[in-house]
C-alpha cells in the first residue's frame, strides 16, 4: 500500500516476555504512529514519532515504549508482554497536515 | 477516550443502494476524515473535510459536516459488494493542524449484500 511493512505480521509469545514490532516505510514520511485495535475501544494511540528521536506518548502508553533512530523505521516495544497487550497493532505515517497512511497490521497474541 | 461516534454500528443494504452512516464527535475540530478498513487489512482514508467546509464529494462518496451540531454523514452511492468494510471517522482537534493525534471513533460495520 504507501510503502509501510510490519513485522512480524502475527506473533504468539508469553506473558512476561519482551516483545518488539517493527515498521518500517519507504515514503520518508515525518510522522509515524503505532495504534492499536480492540473490540469495543476502536483504535487508540499507544505512541507517535515526529521525527528522528522524538516521540510522544498516546492515549494509551503505559507498558509500551517506542524508539526511531531512522526516519523510515519505528519500533514499539512491549517490555514485558501481559495478557491485557493482546490485540492487534497498526503503524501508521503521514506527511505534515496529510491523512494517515496505514499498514497491515500485526496479531499479537500473549498467552 | 474516543469522541466521534458512527451510527449505526452495523448496517447491512443490497447491492446498488445508498448506504449512508453518521459520526458525531464532542470538541472543536481541524477536519474530520473518514477512512475504510477491510477485514484483516489496515485502514484506508476516504476523504477528509476541513470544518471551514460543508459538502465534499469523492467518486460515489459524499461527505458532509454540520460544525453546529458536531456531526458529519458518509454516503456511499449505488453501493457494490466490494464496499463492504467497517467504516471510521477521525477527528482532527483544533489546534491539531498536523493530524497528529486523532481522535477515533468505533466504526460502522457495513454489508453490502449482491
Known amino acids: 500500500d504507501a510503502g509501510i511493512t510490519q513485522s512480524p505480521r502475527h506473533k504468539v509469545t508469553e506473558t512476561g516476555t519482551p516483545v518488539t514490532l517493527r515498521c518500517h516505510q519507504t515514503?520518508?514520511?515525518?510522522?509515524m504512529y503505532w495504534y492499536r485495535q480492540d473490540p469495543g475501544h476502536g483504535l487508540r494511540l499507544i505512541h507517535y514519532?515526529?521525527?528522528?528521536?522524538?516521540?510522544d506518548k498516546g492515549e494509551v502508553s503505559d507498558g509500551y515504549s517506542v524508539s526511531r533512530s531512522k526516519t523510515e523505521d519505528f519500533l514499539l516495544t512491549l517490555e514485558s508482554a501481559t495478557s491485557s497487550q493482546t490485540s492487534v497493532y497498526f503503524c501508521?505515517?503521514?506527511?505534515?497536515?496529510?491523512?494517515?497512511?496505514f499498514g497491515d497490521g500485526t496479531r499479537l497474541s500473549i498467552l | 477516550s474516543q469522541q466521534g461516534e458512527e451510527d449505526p454500528q452495523a448496517l447491512s443494504i443490497q447491492e446498488g443502494e445508498n448506504a449512508t452512516m453518521n459520526c458525531s464527535y464532542k470538541?472543536?475540530?481541524?477536519?474530520l476524515q473518514w477512512y475504510r478498513q477491510n477485514s484483516g487489512r489496515g485502514l484506508v482514508h476516504l476523504i477528509l473535510?476541513?470544518?471551514n467546509e460543508r459538502e465534499k464529494h469523492s467518486g460515489r462518496l459524499r461527505v458532509t459536516l454540520d460544525t453546529s451540531k458536531k456531526s458529519s454523514s458518509l454516503l456511499i452511492t449505488a453501493s457494490r459488494a466490494a464496499d463492504t468494510a467497517s467504516y471510521f471517522c477521525?477527528?482532527?482537534?483544533?489546534?491539531?493542524?498536523?493530524?497528529?493525534?486523532?481522535?477515533w471513533g468505533l466504526g460502522t460495520s457495513l454489508a453490502v449484500n449482491p
Open positions: 501508521a505515517i503521514s506527511a505534515p497536515a496529510q491523512p494517515q497512511h
Open positions: 515514503e520518508n514520511h515525518r510522522y
Open positions: 514519532s515526529y521525527g528522528v528521536k522524538d516521540t
Open positions: 470538541t472543536s475540530i481541524n477536519n
Open positions: 473535510i476541513r470544518s
Open positions: 477521525a477527528t482532527a482537534p483544533l489546534g491539531d493542524g498536523n493530524n497528529r493525534k486523532l481522535i
